[in-house]
């Protein structure tokens, strides 16, 4: 088994050294190297980097504004990005709320939310905890109830990551 890069590998690697070395922030990555926190504008501020350069959502298909990288290229990008202090991305809306809506979503649902998700307009925060239950998720007491072509969700959240800064929210 040949675990070495191919050509075009190394070239992906050298193009993201390059762009690392010119759009990275040195305090976004001072902070990340200093293993401070980072603000939401740092998020913000890099993010909005990326997705200048189409490299936000990596793992999202191109016709939804991703780039469909590959395991190799993910690996090379995320090796590269350790190396040089960039921040990861906060997952939730990204990572966890857009391949849901890409997979099972209408068009409508993808149309609304995945620009705004890319764009950074919209921060989604995870609530899954509830008092009583932690996170334990089998005893969880929020519920949706239908209500026409509606749900009205009634339960409680607690410790909800990055509830603070965000304006929306995904649940069980």
């Not at 890069?5 to 762009?19: G, I, N, P, Q, S």
């Not at 998020?43 to 997705?51: A, C, E, G, N, V």
């Not at 999202?60 to 202090?85: C, F, L, M, T």
Request: glycine share 10%; aromatic share 12%.
């Amino acid at each position: 088994m040949n675990l070495n890069y191919t050509a075009e590998e190394l070239a992906f690697r050298d193009e993201v050294r390059a762009f690392l070395d010119e759009k990275l922030p040195a305090d976004i990555a001072a902070k990340v190297k200093g293993f401070r926190r980072l603000s939401k504008q740092d998020h913000q501020r890099w993010q909005k980097i990326l997705s200048e350069k189409g490299w936000y959502a990596t793992h999202w298909p191109e016709v939804y504004g991703g780039v469909n990288w590959g395991p190799v290229q993910k690996h090379i990008w995320d090796e590269e990005s350790a190396r040089y202090g960039a921040p990861r991305s906060v997952p939730f809306g990204v990572n966890m709320v857009a391949p849901v809506i890409i997979k099972f979503g209408t068009e409508e649902q993808k149309q609304r939310y995945l620009p705004r998700i890319l764009g950074g307009e919209d921060w989604w925060c995870q609530g899954y905890s509830e008092p009583g239950a932690g996170s334990d998720l089998a005893s969880l007491k929020t519920r949706a109830v239908r209500e026409g072509d509606h749900y009205i969700v009634n339960g409680q959240k607690t410790w909800t990551t990055l509830g603070q800064h965000a304006n929306m929210i995904f649940c069980l």
